[in-house]
């Protein structure tokens, strides 16, 4: 199960694999405080596409689709959070005020379609060798 949850919100048991995916620290918080399995800077958008959104509602159609398409072409940068979610719960921590328009959800949304098609195989060529 992947989650998305503020970084400022209290750490919770059912939270998993707390994982930082924001470009740049969080205002307020101390290191030593977040309990994270991890900070990947890497899997946040880049610079300049978080600096185009700058968190206006108007352009999350397109933000959204431009992250997408990063992430797409670096999966050596998500591919370890694919592991950590089939381990169990992946909260993915990020500091924006919106909860629902930001780079976590659309990562969450991304590594959820990836999981899927990590799935079994479901067409017949696959399934050779497996059926008697």
Not at 23 to 36: E, F, H, Q, S, V
Not at 84 to 107: C, D, H, K
Request: aromatic residues 8%.
């Amino acid at each position: 199960m992947i989650q998305c949850k503020r970084v400022y919100e209290p750490i919770a048991a059912s939270d998993g694999q707390r994982v930082l995916v924001d470009r740049l620290w969080p205002r307020g918080c101390r290191k030593d405080n977040l309990a994270l399995a991890a900070w990947l800077r890497e899997v946040a958008p880049s610079n300049s596409l978080r600096q185009q959104f700058c968190h206006d509602p108007a352009l999350f159609d397109e933000f959204r689709l431009l992250y997408r398409a990063e992430l797409a072409a670096h999966p050596e940068h998500w591919q370890g959070l694919l592991a950590l979610a089939e381990q169990g719960t992946l909260t993915l921590l990020f500091a924006a005020r919106e909860t629902q328009q930001n780079n976590a959800q659309v990562l969450a949304e991304f590594l959820e379609e990836e999981l899927e098609r990590r799935g079994e195989p479901s067409s017949p060529v696959c399934y050779q060798g497996l059926v008697d």
